[in-house]
């Protein structure tokens, strides 16, 4: 059978402009020097050999999200898709809540979905704080050229004066100070001689700008913070918005791609580089942003305030909780790299804000999962069976496929002696109307086994089952000539009660039983919160009794359990010989109304 053709990506509105770029050679005179400079040092460099730059800017102040990977398999899949490189950059302009903890996390990450930064024989992993010196030198620029003065205005009359949506802003009453002392005042704030929140650097475009973005925005701002990456070098640190265009120009980003809340920074965006390349400091051509509707996913919650309140909470057992929207968790719980590229790819780029349905992504990961997981036998809610004509003390071979689409992964031997543990679900003492499978009288197939006859079972005193009895047909065994001798409906998996792994398996759900949670009221009319809609159900563990070659199950190793969906060795819990199983995903949709 002929491998079916690889899929041609979806299109979408940014790989139009691409494409229109490319073709119209809007990018072509780019010059790279090997790495992040001004324009005198790109200048130095031949033709860029990356026919686009596009970034992942993460902010390294926690940790990456299920909306994250929509970004990421953007960025870096353009970036492959149309022979350029994607940067790996961290934002980190902000001292006060940016940690090393958070950048190992991101790095490792964005490499699990499968994605790097190594590109023309060289890394582009960068970090914003390594451009200090050159948004400092951009600042006294435009100050020196007329753009930016040093306002001392108090936080509260700068907003009081910034205007409204229908009112204009007012000129800040230091708005025309000279030139020569905004820039004897911007030094002095560089070097510490004015306390935190006495001063700040702001642009100066147009206070009765219908933009509030462009009355005058703040460009600097004086906080002692240490700085992971710069120590206490700086006391003066850059806003986000002046920051942001500056990284993507001095990396020679073509494409900056955000989410639509940045849309109303655009024209600053574009502002600010264009006087920067007036004076020299950057080349024509320079980036263009482009905003996409972010992730909206239904059953869970990605405000960083939310996740963060989960946790301090104690709601759920930190950042990497397997039912946390983090990668992390995700990671945990299972969900795989190729299952977000999938996702990904299937929910597209739109410019409309809409909500995905949650099943989406757990339906990605059911396909991913279904090609690549080998099957294992478990049984989740044991009891005893017990094959009376089976001799005492022996056992035997039965095969079972590791993958039954995928022939070359072999067969597994799978134990079976006299008592073996099956699914309390799979005996009734009285069947109901269609039912198949074990109650008095009847036959069953043991799956890659023997068909067997229910001969009675045995309660205790609360009256609970405790052991089903049977007696099996010698010539039945799957395999062997005799196995279509005998019909039967029903076809049941079992492990050895002799050869089994007892093993701690956690059965998730979804953190939040409402698909969109917070939202609306309750019936007293008062406004629901979104803690007012975690899931009760949303972990069960139980103790079940798995095929014994789950107990040499490496972390993160995944597995289909035959009828009840795919499950993946604990990466934190586990111990060699003593996995601890997570539900990734059930097989089907539990959800559906």
């Known amino acids: 059978m002929s491998e079916k053709p690889p899929v041609a990506p979806a299109s979408n509105f940014i790989r139009n402009i691409i494409e229109r770029d490319l073709e119209q050679g809007t990018y072509a005179s780019r010059r790279w020097a090997g790495s992040p400079g001004d324009a005198v040092h790109q200048a130095t460099g031949g033709p860029d050999p990356a026919k686009i730059r596009t970034r992942f800017p993460p902010e390294p102040n926690g940790y990456l999200h299920i909306g994250h990977a929509k970004s990421i398999c953007l960025n870096f899949g353009l970036a492959r898709d149309f022979g350029g490189v994607c940067h790996m950059r961290f934002d980190d302009t902000n001292p006060e809540k940016e940690e090393q903890e958070y950048v190992d996390s991101i790095t490792e990450s964005v490499k699990w979905l499968g994605f790097d930064w190594e590109a023309f024989g060289t890394s ?59 820039l004897s005042l911007f030094r002095e ?24 973005n462009l009355r005058d925005p703040a460009i600097y701002r004086i906080k002692r913070a240490h700085h992971h990456n710069t120590g206490d070098k700086w006391c003066i ?18 494409h900056s791609i955000c989410t639509l809340e940045f849309e109303d920074q655009r024209p600053f965006y574009d502002w600010v580089l264009e006087k920067l390349a007036e004076g020299g400091l950057l080349a024509h051509p320079l980036p263009k942003q482009y905003e996409f509707a972010r992730l909206n996913l ?86 005893k069976l017990v094959i009376d004509n089976y001799p005492e003390g022996q056992s035997e071979d039965c095969h079972a496929p590791n993958h039954p689409q995928k022939p070359e992964l072999g067969h597994r031997v799978v134990p079976l002696s006299r008592e073996l543990w099956i699914e309390r679900e799979d005996f009734m003492e009285e069947p109901v109307k269609g039912y198949f499978r074990l109650f008095p009288g009847n036959m069953v197939r043991l799956r890659y086994g023997y068909v067997v006859k229910c001969t009675s079972y045995e309660k205790d005193a609360a009256g609970h089952v405790t052991v089903v009895h049977c007696e099996y047909l010698p010539d039945t065994k799957s395999g062997t000539p005799g196995a279509d001798s005998v019909k039967v409906k029903g076809n049941i998996h079992w492990v050895s009660a002799a050869h089994a792994y007892a093993a701690e398996v956690r059965l998730y759900d979804r953190l939040f039983k409402e698909a969109h949670p917070g939202q609306g009221k309750h019936e007293d009319g008062s406004d629901r919160d979104y803690l007012d809609d975690i899931n009760p159900n949303s972990v069960k563990t139980i103790t079940a009794q798995l095929e014994p070659a789950l107990k040499d199950a490496k972390p993160e190793e995944r597995f289909q359990f035959e009828r009840h969906g795919y499950f993946v060795a604990d990466s934190k819990d586990s111990q060699p010989g003593k996995p601890v199983f997570n539900r990734t995903v059930t097989l089907r949709d539990a959800w559906q109304k």
């Open 298 to 383: 239904t059953y869970v919650v990605l405000s960083k305030r939310k996740l963060i309140e989960l946790v301090d909470k104690q709601l759920v057992n930190g950042w990497d909780d397997p039912r946390m929207p983090t990668l992390v968790g995700a990671r945990r719980r299972g969900y795989a790299p190729e299952g977000f590229r999938l996702f990904a790819e299937r929910i597209g780029v739109s410019k409309a804000d809409s909500w995905i349905e949650y099943t989406i992504l757990e339906d990605c990961m059911r396909e991913v999962l279904n090609a690549s997981a080998e099957r294992r036998i478990a049984v989740l809610d044991p009891v």
């Open 124 to 182: 582009h992993l960068y970090f914003a704080s390594n451009y200090f010196d050159f948004m400092y030198r951009a600042a006294e620029y435009l100050i020196e050229s007329g753009n930016a003065y040093v306002d001392q205005q108090s936080a509260e009359e700068m907003r009081i004066n910034r205007g409204t949506l229908t009112e204009p802003g007012k000129n800040s009453p230091w708005r025309d100070r000279p030139m020569q002392e905004s």
């Open 189 to 212: 704030m560089r070097d510490g001689k004015h306390a935190d929140g006495s001063m700040v650097l702001r642009a100066k475009i147009d206070m009765a700008s219908p933009n509030i």
């Open 237 to 254: 640190y850059p806003m986000y918005t002046y920051a942001h265009p500056l990284e993507d120009a001095y990396e020679g980003v073509t």
